[in-house]
């Protein structure tokens, strides 16, 4: 089997995530090539950050705090990518022009000029491997979802309603962290965090997004450091949008409401998508993961159907399908997608394929269009803007 060399960039959690999903990957059954983690890097060479890497991964070679030392190492094939939003161009664009293959967590850029710049750099040196980390699109659900949209299942689409909400900053003397400081985070907000998950969706589908409407919120605009003192919390705690999206195929338009939210009560990761078609519909959320909601409309009576997903992915495992799937199966999966089209050279099919650096810029557009749509309190539109248009 083949062995694809990672390096893990950022220690924190996601890093984590990533080096457990490599330590299991016997679980897939057919896949071509494994991650092997070989050398990690961290701002600071704390032991609370390194210690659990160094004990559970003997193959590991190389700790530095220095992302350049691990980008000349040559043992190195690919890195995984989880920093604040700040530092993805400077080390996305490090690892694309060293030749390394890459995996960055979203929003690829804490703004549309930073996510413009790594898809230059990406056109400036083609070689690598360039794609955006984002799972919740493999829980099961969510693939049968994206593939009756690909093949057209669900006729003309109605409406569009999706969202990512949580409730962990409902609490106001929750210690500030970086992603409630502009500095780190974006002026985004939430929705370069939360919303990075959901907003490229339109351009898988092939969507245009035409125009946007934004509300956004700052709910607790301080919050105690970590000496216990009050410091701004400038960053956007919820937002909602509402844009109008035409399918250049059929010319048809619809609404897309689409909201990101920190701070909703009774919402702990609650990710959801609602699709109406004219032949059918479709909804499916965290709230219960192991469920897919459909209605197909044939003339007679209205009904929604429920079904009990179970362990049926997109790249086999040794878990029976009668299981549940979670949270870190999601993340497996999604590094499985981003080896077979590292291996293959293309994407298993359009649903089982991690965001495209394009994808992204998609997003970033609707976010920034967002921005200004709240500031100015009209509808932006984003044909002025340079689009987005599906890549």
Known sequence: ????????????????????????????????????????????????????????????????DDYRELLKNSDVDAVYCAVPHH?????????????????????????????????????????????????????????????????????????VDSGFLHSSDLDPLKPINWK???????????????????AYLPARFGWNVENVRALCSNIVPQRPDGHGSPTPCDTWDNATLLSEVSDPVTGERFPWTFRAARIMPGERNTWYLSIHGTKRCARFSLKNPALLELLEYNGGEQRWEQINMGFETSYPTITGGIFQFGAPDAFMQMMAAYIYELVHGAPLNAAAACPTPEEMHCAHVVFSAALQSHRDQQVVSLESRGGPSAP
């Open 180 to 198: 409630r400081m502009s500095e780190y985070n974006g002026e985004y907000g939430v929705l370069g965090d939360l919303g990075a998950h959901l």
């Open 1 to 64: 089997m083949k062995v694809i060399r990672f390096g893990i960039i950022g220690c924190g959690m996601m890093g984590r995530e990533f080096a457990s999903a490599a330590a299991r990957w016997c679980h897939l059954t057919e896949t071509e090539a494994r991650p092997h983690v070989v050398a990690i890097c961290n701002r600071t060479l704390s032991p609370n950050r390194i210690d659990w890497f160094t004990e559970h991964f003997p193959s590991i070679t190389q700790v530095t």
């Open 87 to 159: 530092l993805h161009q400077q080390l996305y664009c490090a690892a694309i022009e060293a030749g390394t293959h890459l995996l960055g967590e979203k929003p690829f850029g804490i703004d549309l000029a930073a996510n413009e710049a790594i898809i230059d750099c990406m056109a400036e040196h083609p070689g690598p491997l360039v794609r955006c980390s984002s799972q919740f699109l493999f829980f099961p659900g969510v693939q049968r979802m994206l593939q009756m949209v690909v093949e057209g299942a669900l006729g003309r689409i109605i409406d």
